[in-house]
C-alpha cells in the first residue's frame, strides 16, 4: 500500500510491506497542517502479532502525526504513549516503537523517536542515521568497549528497552535533521538490510519519495528461516 501526500514545500510518501505474519504491525501515518505549513509523519512499529496489535499501530501513527503537528513532537509521541495504557477491551497487551517527524519549510526537520525504528537524512552525497536505537544489542555495543563481542550485541538487537507502552519525557528522544531528504524506517526495512544496500537505494532514488518507499520496503528480505518482518518507511523531501 502506497500513498503521496503534498504540502508546502514538502513532498511526503509511505510504502508498507506485511511479512511473513497473518498482521502487518506497523502503522503509519502523513499529516499536513495548514494553518503552520508543517507536515508531520510518523511510523510506528507493532510489538507482536495480532489484529489488536495492527489495528493500535495505525491508530497510534495517526495520533502522533496529528498532535504532533499541533502540540509538538513530544506531545505527539506521549499522546500515542496513552493509547497503550487502555488498548480496550481485549486479552492482548499491545505495545509499540515509533518515530515522529515535523517538516516545515526553510527549516530543520524535527525528530523524535522511542524504541528502534529509525531515521535517515540524506544531503545529496551521504545517508546518515539520526536516531539511536533503544535496544540491549546497542546498549552492548557502546559500553562494552573493545570487550564486548558484536556477534552477542547483534543478538540481543530485539531487546527494545524503551516502548511506547512504558514512555515518559525523559524516555522519548530528540533531534534534529538539516538534510533535504528524511526516511523514516521499521526494523523489517532496516534491519534485513545493511547500510550500504539503502544508500543505493536512496541514490537511485533521491528526488522522487514515492520511488524510493516503494523501493526500500521491495528490497526487505526473509532471513535464513524464511522469516520476514512487516517493513515500513516514509520519506519526506524538503524542496529548497
Known sequence: ????????????????RRGTRDHNADGWAIHAYPVAELTAAAVVDGIGNSTEVAELSRLAAQVAARIGARRGRMAGLLAAAELYGDPGATDVEPDAVAVLVLAEPGEDTRLAWIGDCRAWGFDGQRLRQYTTDHSMGEHLRYNGGKRIDLEQARLHDNWVLTSLGSAVVASV???????????LTSDGVHDSLDEDELDGLVHDHPDDPQALADALTAAARADKKGYRDD?????????R
Open 173 to 183: 528522544c530528540q533531534a534534529s535533521i538539516p538534510d533535504p531528504l528524511v526516511i
Open 231 to 239: 517493513a515500513t518507511a516514509v520519506v519526506l523531501r524538503h524542496h
Open 1 to 16: 500500500m502506497t500513498t503521496t501526500q503534498c504540502a508546502r514545500g514538502v513532498t511526503a510518501a509511505a510504502a508498507t
